[in-house]
């Protein structure tokens, strides 16, 4: 839909226009269910004691890439913005047209990429729950509950059992 906002007609100007007409005109039901989908967050961070030990590092970065799109899905349903995760790019451009983010965003989510996994995740972690903060205040017929625990989650590290 993006796409077709920014579009520059070669024929059929008219068209265009009623096309970006009615995608200009973001349903509430569809912001609605864009925060709900998007508003589902692994707590990564919570079981890196476990993980660390398990030489778990591509699927720790799988772990922060799949939250950080319902990051930005979550706040694209809250802005009113059009997102997917298919071939996304211009990452700073489309954070840029998102009045309600949590602050730096853009620096804070490029940071993943090149901080260690617990520093990582500890950044996403607070993307999460700053995120979740604005649904609550800007949405608060949207349940959070789910949302509100994936910040909380603090596992401890698995131990061998004692040999006896």
Do not use: C
Not at 21 to 40: F, G, N, S
Request: glycine share 4%.
């Amino acid at each position: 839909m993006s796409g077709t906002l920014i579009s520059i007609p070669i024929t059929g100007a008219a068209r265009l226009e009623a096309w970006q007409k009615q995608i200009r005109a973001y349903p509430d039901t569809l912001r609605l269910a864009m925060v709900r989908h998007h508003l589902k967050f692994f707590a990564v961070w919570g079981v890196m004691p476990r993980l660390e030990v398990r030489d778990a590092h591509l699927w720790i970065r799988q772990s922060l890439l799949d939250t950080s799109f319902n990051v930005l899905g979550t706040l694209a349903g809250l802005n009113r913005e059009y997102f997917t995760t298919f071939q996304f790019k211009r990452t700073r451009a489309f954070i840029s047209k998102l009045t309600l983010s949590p602050p730096n965003l853009a620096d804070r989510l490029e940071s993943l990429w090149t901080l260690p996994s617990r520093p990582a995740t500890q950044t996403l972690r607070s993307l999460v729950a700053e995120t979740t903060d604005l649904v609550e205040r800007e949405l608060p017929e949207i349940d959070t509950t789910a949302a509100r625990k994936a910040p909380a989650r603090n596992d401890i590290a698995w131990q061998a059992a004692p040999v006896v």
